[in-house]
């Protein structure tokens, strides 16, 4: 059973239009993080969230927003997509308790691509 | 976060032990050493971490230098399913949690 799941894991979309990612969570977990990958290159954070009320920007949160519904759920959104946007996206968790490590949980991604 | 250097692809035999290294001479004394792998195009999976002393967990083994400048992720019998990207990160336990992905070593495991 997939502890970290996102939805939809492929999706096509034009330029200009809104599109929202979604991700859901069953650890428990009260920090929750959105990255991008693109092709050969390393992950690179967009948003992370300590907690429902709690929302931070990452390395490059340009041309996206985000929402964290609740404890178990974070959503990503581009607002008016650009090609340049075309990427693997990954949403993950992780649990601040001390003594839990810190690591983080990622989703299975999804895979966008603005025409 | 301290920064960095893995060599970008390396070769392994099926049954032998990879041993994937890392280096990190800019660390300081309060960031710790996390391992993270990527198998093609799937989500990041943790593997291991450690600050000073070498650990070993049921994936794989990590031995710290004595300086910490730098590390050694070692696979102790490689599959074929080892096949992916290994990153290095270097981070302090305690911070906002962000992880900062380098380029990673690719292990190639052949039959």
């Known amino acids: 059973d997939a502890d970290v799941t996102q939805t939809p894991r492929n999706r096509i979309t034009k330029t200009g239009k809104r599109i929202m990612l979604e991700c859901s969570q069953t650890k428990g977990h009260d920090r929750m993080y959105w990255y991008r990958q693109d092709p050969g290159l390393g992950l690179r954070l967009i948003y992370y969230s300590f907690d429902v009320k709690d929302i931070n920007k990452g390395e490059i949160s340009d041309g996206y927003s985000v929402s964290r519904q609740a404890q178990a759920k974070f959503s990503l959104s581009l607002e008016s997509a650009i090609p340049n946007q075309t990427a693997l996206y990954f949403c993950?968790?992780?649990?601040?308790?001390?003594?839990?490590?810190?690591?983080?949980?990622f989703g299975p991604g999804t895979r966008l691509t603005v025409t | 976060d301290a920064k960095t250097t893995q060599p970008p692809s390396m070769d392994c035999a099926e049954g032998r032990a990879a041993n994937l290294p890392c280096n990190h001479s800019?660390?300081?004394?309060?960031?710790?050493v996390y391992w993270y792998r990527q198998i093609h195009s799937q989500g990041p999976q943790y593997i291991i971490h450690g600050l000073k002393n070498n650990e070993t967990n049921e994936m794989a083994s990590l031995i710290i230098t004595e300086d910490r400048k730098s590390s050694t992720l070692i696979l102790p019998h490689a599959t074929l399913r080892d096949t992916a990207v290994y990153y290095c990160?270097?981070?302090?336990?305690?911070?906002?949690?962000?992880?900062?992905f380098g380029q990673g070593t690719t292990l190639q495991v052949k039959p």
């Open positions: 993950a968790t992780s649990d601040p308790t001390p003594g839990q490590g810190y690591e983080q949980y």
């Open positions: 800019t660390i300081s004394g309060n960031e710790y």
């Open positions: 990160i270097v981070r302090l336990r305690g911070n906002t949690g962000k992880l900062i």
